[in-house]
């Protein structure tokens, strides 16, 4: 089920209604003097060197294990703080003393992130697990590999980024909310090294749901962190890492300095009576937060540590809770902002903006929710759905199929489920149009865009998003100074009609053992079940499986999908078949005699693709790469006996066939102990012209003394003594 614990939703009409009936909010300003612009970046990702004389170097981090946070562009700086309760139990409740996630069973077991810069994954889906743990009482263990892989400049909807260059809460935003993930850990194992994961694995949740905290004011404002872990479970943050500042004895940590963030952890609890006195320098006050760490189990106090609310870096960056919804909840997802929330835009000159995303429908479906990013507290939203629209997001007669509204108090990434499912058929247009409103915050639309060394694979197309201060004039974003931008809004469907089975294979024949590659073609599918060998015996249920046949025979294959609405089945009888390697011809049948020029042509086929090899008495002369059928000549060998064998394997098995070939001379002029040609005299040459013009046999041989063998002779008489 979908859950927006933050945001208050609600519908403002749910019958069609005109855009005349909207209630506007504008100010007296001319339209024609304000243009949209975006919101100031974060000074970290403009300047992530800078930094104070305490800076840590990478001898500070003492060898225990890598770090890796990267700055997000997003300007988290100055968000406003939530107006009233937010959160669920813990929103009215005094906050206890000291609260350890550790001791409710609500935290998984640590992991280590080796040498690799990879600390943000770790954080992120430590946090993701968590929730799930205290939500479902489920123990998931996520890929790392795959989150830090997947967005890596190596795929195309990835950053400028190698695994090793970090990334942040952001990044694991987009790869989750885009639905690249998660996947299991057994799927795609941790490799610190690795570069490469694979891009279709099941997806185990759908993220439709990331609560962004405001960073803490100061040492003690520390509410919504503790709330947020009494209600959702760990919080990703981050921290500034420095070896120095460390207290092994202790497992407690403080810096004071005013470098950028560099590590990504987990908060996992409170203390607000940790002994100020267990730091390295004694800060004001007593109390720490509790910190899941990515270091193993050896480093710190198994795996955890003690950051002092006094530190100046925890708490001031990225602080998010990522919660997670049945991958079942939803079927299709349509987007273009893989990238996600990379920076905001706005009107510098009001508190509400509207921006519209238009897609077209793939199949006959059902619109069922909208995703967006509510880019700061306290921020209204009404959601409207056109169909068919022409004029940018509105149709000809601006008329709205559904009207909804809600309120989101705390920044981050939400989804609005529709009160009802709206009808789309295949190829049908509809947009998503929202205006958001902030009592005190201009830059509300969260877009993806291109920037330098970050997110330059950002694409976008005219007549996707678009933009306006009204809600009636509208302007095409990428036709607005803004290419390659895209606005971050999404769309979520199911389907309405059952699903259609097809399949192939990338081989349907071959020896043993043949390894098959099976592809799914079905249509509306979410469920697969395969038999490989028609024994009724379920042997896969992923989409695109992979099986190996090691006994020869004919195998049906049959594969059964299904959804929400209903099942297909398709079946392919003897569609496999695994046969040993053979000759289905050869030619000549035996060994062959023939004379001197004469062409003989030694052919051979088979019944499987095979690498072929020709061998002249022992010489390879020809290699021929999958092929059935195959053939060898030679019309220039000399008098004598030749061996001529022919080699054809497939996989592991091989045939072969050997013919004997006897050349003989047809020339009784020529004598074979000299040097070519230097016995043939005039009057053998004389007879051999006679021979030809009577079409006389050859003497001695019976052969035909055709055009060729005579120009042949003449060539030799030519170069014997009798000719010069």
């Not at 939803?330 to 508190?351: A, E, K, R, T």
């Not at 022409?390 to 601006?398: F, I, R, Y």
């Not at 398709?570 to 000549?588: A, D, H, M, Q, R």
């Amino acid at each position: 089920m979908i859950f927006l614990l933050s945001c208050l939703s609600g519908s403002l009409n749910p019958a069609a209604g005109s855009v005349e009936d909207l209630e506007l909010s504008m100010d007296n300003m001319s339209f024609s003097e304000s243009v949209i612009e975006t919101a100031p970046l974060n000074p970290e990702f403009l300047e992530p060197e800078q930094s104070d004389s305490a800076s840590p170097s990478s001898s500070d981090y003492g060898g225990v294990s890598g770090t890796g946070y990267t700055p997000s562009p997003v300007n988290l700086e100055g968000l406003s703080r939530p107006a009233g309760n937010f959160l669920l139990r813990a929103s009215g409740a005094e906050l206890p003393e000291a609260y350890d996630l550790r001791t409710e069973g609500w935290v998984t077991p640590i992991k280590s992130q080796g040498q690799s810069g990879s600390c943000w994954a770790f954080s992120s889906l430590a946090s993701l697990e968590s929730y799930i743990l205290r939500t479902e009482g489920e123990s998931r263990d996520f890929s790392e590999n795959n989150m830090k892989n997947l967005v890596t400049k190596y795929y195309s909807d990835g950053f400028d980024l190698i695994a090793d260059n970090g990334g942040n809460s952001f990044i694991a935003m987009a790869y989750l909310t885009r639905w690249s993930g998660p996947v299991n850990e057994s799927a795609d194992p941790f490799n610190e090294t690795s570069i490469y994961s694979p891009a279709d694995l099941p997806v185990q949740k759908h993220v439709q749901k990331v609560v962004v905290l405001p960073v803490r004011n100061n040492s003690l404002d520390n509410e919504l962190i503790k709330r947020a872990l009494i209600d959702y479970g760990a919080v990703f943050s981050t921290m500034c890492w420095n070896q120095v500042d460390y207290q092994d004895k202790n497992y407690s940590y403080i810096y004071t300095g005013s470098s950028s963030a560099n590590h990504a952890i987990t908060i996992v609890g409170w203390n607000d009576s940790f002994d100020r006195n267990r730091f390295n320098q004694v800060p004001a006050g007593n109390g720490a937060f509790i910190v899941k760490n990515s270091w193993g189990e050896k480093w710190g106090e198994e795996g955890y540590f003690y950051i002092s609310y006094y530190d100046t870096k925890i708490g001031y960056g990225e602080n998010a809770v990522f919660t997670s919804s049945d991958k079942d909840d939803f079927d299709y997802i349509y987007q273009y902002d893989p990238l996600g929330w990379i920076n905001s835009i706005g009107y510098p000159d009001q508190f509400s903006v509207w921006g519209s995303n238009v897609f077209s429908s793939k199949r006959n479906e059902k619109l069922e929710a909208i995703g967006f990013y509510a880019t700061n507290s306290n921020t209204a939203y009404e959601i409207y759905i056109y169909k068919n629209p022409t004029n940018g997001p509105l149709n000809s007669a601006k008329n709205f199929v559904a009207k909804e509204s809600g309120t989101c108090s705390l920044p981050g990434y939400y989804t609005h489920v529709l009160n009802s499912s709206i009808n789309l058929t295949s190829g049908e247009k509809f947009s998503v149009v929202i205006k958001f409103s902030n009592p005190s915050y201009p830059y509300l639309l969260a877009i993806e865009q291109q920037r330098a060394n970050y997110s330059s694979k950002a694409q976008a197309n005219s007549g996707e998003s678009y933009t306006s201060k009204d809600g009636t004039s509208w302007q095409d974003l990428t036709m607005s100074g803004y290419s390659g931008t895209s606005l971050c809004i999404k769309a979520f469907t199911t389907v309405n009609e059952a699903p259609q089975a097809d399949f192939s294979a990338n081989a349907t024949s071959w020896v043993s053992p043949l390894t098959v590659q099976f592809t799914d073609f079905s249509t509306g599918a979410f469920s697969w079940e395969w038999d490989f060998n028609g024994d009724g015996i379920i042997d896969s249920i992923a989409r695109n499986p992979v099986y190996t046949y090691t006994s020869y025979g004919s195998y049906n294959i049959s594969l059964n999908v299904s959804n929400r609405i209903g099942s297909d089945s398709e079946s392919k009888t003897g569609y496999i078949t695994i046969t040993p390697l053979s000759f289905l011809s050869v030619n000549p049948a035996g060994n062959v005699t023939m004379y001197e020029g004469d062409r003989q042509e030694f052919n051979i086929s088979t019944n499987h693709n095979a690498t072929v090899n020709w061998y002249l008495n022992g010489t390879k002369k020809i290699t021929e790469y999958g092929v059935k059928n195959t053939s060898y000549s030679n019309t220039t060998l000399s008098p004598g006996t030749y061996n001529v064998t022919v080699f054809a394997t497939a996989g592991n098995e091989k045939v072969t066939r050997t013919w004997n070939l006897i050349i003989l001379d047809w020339n009784p002029w020529d004598d074979l102990t000299s040097r070519s040609g230097e016995n043939i005299s005039t009057e053998e040459l004389q007879e051999a012209i006679h021979v030809y013009k009577n079409g006389l046999p050859v003497p001695e041989t019976g052969v035909e003394l055709t055009d060729e063998r005579l120009e042949e002779l003449i060539r030799l008489w030519r170069e014997s003594p009798s000719g010069r």
